[in-house]
């Protein structure tokens, strides 16, 4: 099993749709949480981190459930821009900083 | 500010070849990361150097991988021999310390045939 999980998608939606991708953690000692998003042929960029109270920026909202042990990202009002591959990111506990990938969902928004 | 720097941007070579990866962080980042990403997957770490020391190679292919991060600034990762399957995008990444935001470079795209 994966350590990192995620739809596999791809997703496509029209301008304007609200979409959510869901990802899961096996690691119960993770410590931190992100999404990463990586345009087609580019490096990875950080989207946001993710916190238990959930937390949002603009169109974007990332909700953590350590007990389920699940991660969420909602985009609201989708743009043409918005299309690329989301990466699920977790930290280990360890001292180390070491990132876990999830595979990504790829979203491509239609006009 | 510069971000990381990574050459070649591009590398196609033969099985049993060797082959070697520069990358130049950020200026002052005491962290370094190195990543393979295969197509459809996400990055996986290879290792991890702190200042010049290694912090973690646990992923690394030591029988034909080796990295080096001499004087603590810039690194190299090095394949000998390559394989087929080492067809990937190397990308590095650097943060100011370890559990700091991670701002990775632009790969290096090879191309084992």
């Known amino acids: 099993r994966k350590e990192v999980e995620q739809d596999p998608g791809p997703f496509n939606v029209p301008e304007g749709a609200t979409v959510a991708f869901n990802c899961t953690y096996s690691n119960s000692a993770s410590q931190s949480f992100f999404w990463y998003r990586q345009d087609c042929r580019k490096e990875p960029k950080l989207l946001m981190s993710?916190?238990?109270s959930g937390n949002e920026d603009g169109r974007f909202t990332a909700q953590l459930n350590r007990a389920s042990q699940y991660i969420s990202l909602l985009i609201r009002d989708s743009k043409l821009s918005d299309s690329a591959t989301y990466l699920c990111v977790v930290r280990h506990s360890s001292n180390t900083g070491k990132l876990i990938f999830g595979q990504g969902t790829t979203l491509q928004v239609k006009p | 500010e510069a971000g990381v720097a990574q050459s070649p941007r591009y590398k196609i070579i033969e099985k049993r070849q060797s082959v070697a990866f520069w990358c130049n962080p950020i200026s002052g980042h005491a962290t370094l990361y190195w990543y393979q990403q295969i197509l459809g997957q996400g990055p996986k770490l290879l290792i991890q150097?702190?200042?010049?020391?290694?912090?973690?190679d646990s992923q690394l292919p030591k029988d034909r991988f080796s990295a080096e991060r001499l004087k603590g600034v810039d690194s190299t990762l090095k394949i000998q021999p390559a394989k087929l399957e080492d067809s990937a995008v190397y990308l590095c990444?650097?943060?100011?310390?370890?559990?700091?935001?991670?701002?990775f470079g632009p790969g290096t795209r090879l191309l084992v045939l």
């Open positions: 993710v916190y238990s």
């Open positions: 990444a650097s943060s100011l310390d370890r559990e700091w935001t991670q701002y």
């Open positions: 150097f702190q200042n010049n020391g290694v912090v973690d």
